[in-house]
């Protein structure tokens, strides 16, 4: 072997497709494959089908040779979970989002099931645009013409087989999004919700994109296709998971054979292989497989997230706490309460003082790593993450989930990410590219914000359509309580309105001294609190319901939990409770209520705020409470 690596007396001779790496006249190919004649008769007419299949793509012709995009690594170090992701996308039993870039990753590994029919084109926006596609073996059977028309330049056609078709009718719609984010919305079409055959067939039928590019990156470095095939085929685990289960030789020769035509230099073995007459290409004693070399150059420690491909704010969440949380969190398979309101988790971290913050509007950091990680977990298990506007606006936080394995962070699409709520009757909260929430969307690492209000002005259009810009809404009520706050009740039934069947509310300060009312008791399922060991000092913004009177007047403890369990999550202590239900009325001290929560003006009902609000004149107030 020479130092460049080219073994000297194993090359393929160039431009003679029928002759050997010895450069002898056999019954070989120039790969060292069998030739069809020497296959049993049933094996030849297969092989000669998926052949047909695998032809270099009719646009790729000998002026235009496509540059290949992916190498030998792809196939040894494919994308997390490749063979799950292929598995969903060939199946697509649910309506999958996925971010452009995770649509261009792995759509090539299921394009030998999926054809695109037509493009509908782009809405009026021109932010959506439709594409349909069908099943592969949804075309027509082929029969072959008993006469063949010879090529325009001469060459002979190939023999075709009869190719049977009309096997599936399954069909899917999928809409493209570019605007503040880009997204592919992949949704099942017609009356057919499965194939009548599996991902392995079509496998056999015919190869993906990515397979046959790998192959051709190879050639076009200059190894012979025997080769690359012995190298991809080395670990039967990695090249079954990205489709290539029924890769042969001839797969490798169809994929570099438009660029062979025009490079006719000799060919050369990969790195510790060798030429064996009569076994092909194969590894050399002791030499360590390509794919192992390429494996342990690509490792990293994966702890290490950045350099796992991973941002470097992904977090980590131990199994072992699963046991004590679960049983406050809403099920896999929430469903709606017997009121038709969803699942709320109240979670907070608090200071050994009952305080959320050093004092108003300053944000300040309680949770130590591992309660701050249970926290994430938390908003993983979610429909939506609610906030009230003072936590917005002192935080400016992203209100997403950064726990490994959700969208963005590992995940598919935005999986795992909750949806931002919040909660701003006086349309405060301003929000512009900038703005952390945005930022986030725009990253692909968290979901457009939602908005509830109380109408009491005419929106401005340009902040209407630039939420909606980003994935978000606003969300417009008008059923207030007697002092003169949104109804919680009303709140979440909008939400479940919305398809939002779990709930995780996070604060400030008012918001969670208004859910621990006794009014509220029904509304919240479970309460998760995170106890630092520290003191905030006086001043702060603290947790501490409205005082409740007996009926004689006299001051009674505000609320005390049931169904209590406590563990330690680093130097923190968590909390983890259900309020008990209060089935009678009970007196309770009611503060003035702040006048910005006053509305002017009112909306003739309770509609999205993307359908424009319709002032009008506002009802005489409630009377004062007794």
Not at 484 to 493: G, V, Y
């Given at each position: 072997m020479s130092e460049t690596g080219r073994v000297d007396n194993v090359v393929a001779t160039a431009g003679d497709p029928t002759t050997t790496a010895t450069g002898?006249?056999?019954?070989?190919?120039?790969?060292?494959?069998?030739?069809?004649?020497?296959?049993?008769?049933?094996?030849?007419?297969?092989?000669?089908?998926?052949?047909?299949?695998?032809?270099?793509?009719?646009?790729?012709?000998?002026?235009?040779?496509?540059?290949?995009?992916?190498?030998?690594?792809?196939?040894?170090?494919?994308?997390?979970?490749?063979?799950?992701?292929?598995?969903?996308?060939?199946?697509?039993?649910?309506?999958?989002?996925?971010?452009?870039?995770?649509?261009?990753?792995?759509?090539?590994?299921?394009?030998?099931?999926?054809?695109?029919?037509?493009?509908?084109?782009?809405?009026?926006?021109?932010?959506?645009?439709?594409?349909?596609?069908?099943?592969?073996?949804?075309?027509?059977?082929?029969?072959?013409?008993?006469?063949?028309?010879?090529?325009?330049?001469?060459?002979?056609?190939?023999?075709?087989?009869?190719?049977?078709?009309?096997?599936?009718?399954?069909?899917?719609?999928?809409?493209?999004?570019?605007?503040?984010?880009?997204?592919?919305?992949?949704?099942?079409?017609?009356?057919?919700?499965?194939?009548?055959?599996?991902?392995?067939?079509?496998?056999?039928?015919?190869?993906?994109?990515?397979?046959?590019?790998?192959?051709?990156?190879?050639?076009?470095?200059?190894?012979?296709p025997a080769s690359v095939y012995t190298v991809m085929s080395e670990d039967e685990h990695r090249l079954a998971a990205s489709g290539g289960r029924h890769l042969n030789r001839n797969d490798v020769r169809n994929a570099s054979q438009v660029w062979r035509q025009q490079h006719k230099d000799p060919l050369r073995v990969h790195d510790g292989y060798k030429y064996d007459h009569g076994n092909g290409i194969v590894r050399q004693d002791g030499a360590i497989p390509l794919v192992q070399r390429v494996v342990n150059a690509e490792f990293v420690d994966p702890t290490l997230t950045y350099y796992a491909g991973l941002p470097p704010n992904t977090l980590r969440f131990p199994e072992e706490h699963l046991p004590f949380l679960d049983p406050y969190l809403p099920p896999s398979n929430a469903t709606f309460s017997e009121d038709g309101l969803p699942h709320v988790t109240l979670t907070y971290a608090t200071s050994m003082d009952s305080s959320l913050s050093l004092a108003?509007?300053?944000?300040?950091?309680?949770?130590?790593?591992?309660?701050?990680?249970?926290?994430?977990?938390?908003?993983?298990?979610?429909?939506?993450?609610?906030?009230?506007?003072?936590t917005a606006l002192a935080d400016d936080p992203a209100l997403n989930c950064r726990l490994e394995g959700v969208g963005g962070y590992g995940g598919l699409g935005w999986e795992g990410q909750p949806r931002p709520v919040v909660i701003d009757p006086g349309a405060r909260w301003l929000l512009t590219p900038q703005t952390r929430v945005i930022r986030t969307v725009s990253e692909g690492k968290g979901k457009g914000p939602w908005i509830i209000i109380a109408p009491g002005f005419a929106m401005d259009p340009n902040r209407i359509e630039m939420l909606k810009y980003y994935g978000g809404?606003?969300?417009?009520?008008?059923?207030?309580?007697?002092?003169?706050?949104?109804?919680?009740?009303?709140?979440?039934?909008?939400?479940?309105?919305?398809?939002?069947?779990?709930v995780m509310i996070e604060g400030g300060g008012m918001v969670?001294?208004?859910?621990?009312?006794?009014?509220?008791?029904?509304?919240?399922?479970?309460?998760?609190?995170?106890?630092?060991?520290?003191?905030?000092?006086?001043?702060?913004?603290?947790?501490?319901?409205?005082?409740?009177?007996d009926a004689d007047r006299q001051p009674q403890p505000a609320l005390?939990?049931?169904?209590?369990?406590?563990?330690?999550?680093?130097?923190?202590?968590?909390?983890?409770?259900?309020?008990?239900?209060?089935?009678?009325?009970?007196?309770?001290?009611?503060?003035?209520?702040?006048?910005?929560?006053?509305?002017?003006?009112?909306?003739?009902?309770?509609?999205?705020?993307?359908?424009?609000?319709q002032p009008r004149v506002p009802p005489p107030p409630p009377p004062p409470p007794s």
């Open positions: 002898e006249n056999t019954t070989t190919s120039a790969d060292n494959t069998p030739m069809n004649g020497s296959l049993p008769r049933d094996e030849r007419d297969e092989q000669v089908e998926q052949d047909e299949a695998n032809q270099p793509d009719a646009q790729e012709t000998a002026s235009h040779i496509t540059v290949p995009t992916r190498n030998i690594k792809d196939l040894f170090n494919p994308p997390r979970n490749i063979a799950n992701i292929r598995q969903r996308l060939f199946d697509v039993a649910e309506k999958l989002e996925l971010r452009k870039d995770e649509f261009d990753l792995y759509w090539p590994y299921v394009d030998n099931v999926w054809v695109r029919q037509h493009r509908a084109g782009s809405d009026k926006t021109g932010l959506y645009k439709t594409d349909y596609y069908a099943c592969r073996l949804q075309r027509p059977t082929y029969t072959p013409k008993a006469v063949d028309k010879p090529r325009p330049d001469g060459t002979p056609t190939r023999k075709k087989q009869i190719r049977e078709g009309g096997k599936c009718h399954m069909k899917l719609k999928v809409v493209r999004y570019q605007g503040g984010y880009q997204s592919v919305t992949i949704n099942q079409l017609g009356d057919r919700t499965q194939h009548l055959h599996d991902l392995d067939q079509m496998d056999k039928i015919k190869r993906t994109t990515v397979l046959m590019e790998i192959a051709r990156s190879e050639v076009m470095n200059g190894y012979m108003p509007g300053i944000q300040t950091v309680l949770s130590g790593p591992h309660s701050k990680a249970m926290t994430h977990y938390l908003r993983s298990k979610h429909d939506a993450i609610l906030v009230g506007v003072r809404k606003y969300l417009g009520l008008t059923d207030f309580d007697n002092r003169w706050r949104l109804r919680w009740e009303a709140i979440l039934r909008a939400l479940a309105a919305e398809g939002i069947k779990s969670i001294n208004e859910l621990l009312r006794p009014e509220h008791s029904n509304l919240v399922s479970s309460v998760i609190v995170t106890v630092a060991p520290t003191y905030l000092g006086q001043g702060g913004v603290t947790i501490s319901p409205a005082p409740r009177l005390r939990f049931k169904d209590v369990r406590w563990q330690s999550f680093g130097e923190d202590a968590v909390m983890c409770a259900r309020i008990p239900f209060v089935t009678t009325p009970v007196a309770v001290s009611h503060p003035t209520a702040p006048a910005m929560m006053r509305p002017v003006s009112f909306f003739n009902s309770s509609v999205d705020a993307q359908n424009g609000f």
